[in-house]
């Protein structure tokens, strides 16, 4: 009977390091102030900030850290590479751009 070997991955590893996926998220945390977009942005699962959290070393703080800090400027809502979008993050996009409308809508009306 043949043994069945794994055969290694293919492509370029979309993170070299998990520490670059974590800084990653803390920055798009501070952008967002949202744990489940800046999770969207990062392109991990909702729950896996909440697990590095409980279980990486200094984590938390920088968690709270990110919140606390002002938000670093936009560069602008379309600046990520169409191959960084998902679902999530489009949804994100459109009830900003949908909020902004309303925004200007009402401003439009509420001129004299």
């Given at each position: ?61 920088a ?9 670093a400027?936009k ?31 009402l ?6």
């Open positions: 009977m043949d043994r069945i070997v794994p055969t290694p991955r293919r492509g370029r590893r979309k993170w070299q390091s998990k520490g670059q996926r974590h800084r990653a998220f803390l920055a798009a945390l501070n952008a967002t102030g949202c744990a489940a977009f800046a999770a969207a942005i990062v392109d991990v699962d909702r729950t896996t900030p909440y697990a590095w959290r409980a279980n990486v070393p200094g984590f938390a703080e968690w709270d850290a990110a919140l606390a800090a002002p938000p400027p560069r602008g809502l379309f600046d990520l590479p169409v191959s960084r979008m998902n679902e999530r993050l489009l949804m994100y996009v459109d009830a900003k751009l949908q909020a902004r409308q309303r925004g200007a809508a401003s439009f009306f509420d001129s004299p």
